[in-house]
């Protein structure tokens, strides 16, 4: 039975592990940039300059990171998500 992977949870955990420094848009189009302390369904968690910010996904339009984020699932009988 294939299991279905959950992009934005894998994205974001990624950077959260490999403190990757990212930046935020909103719709509003205010940007914030930090590093992803934690996530869940509805909102992220961002330390930026030294103050954590609670943002909700339902006002982010993009999120761009600083570098190439791995989306490799780690289970090797899966080849990776996104090359």
């Avoid at 950077?15 to 302390?37: A, C, E, M, N, P």
């Amino acid at each position: 039975m294939k299991v279905a992977l959950n992009l934005q949870d894998i994205f974001l955990n990624q950077v959260r592990k490999d403190k990757t420094q990212i930046t935020v848009f909103l719709i509003s189009g205010y940007q914030i940039k930090g590093q992803v302390k934690g996530f869940d369904s509805y909102t992220i968690v961002l330390d930026s300059e030294g103050k954590q910010q609670m943002i909700y996904k339902h006002a982010i339009s993009t999120i761009i990171p600083s570098r190439a984020v791995n989306f490799n699932t780690g289970r090797p009988d899966e080849p990776p998500v996104v090359d």
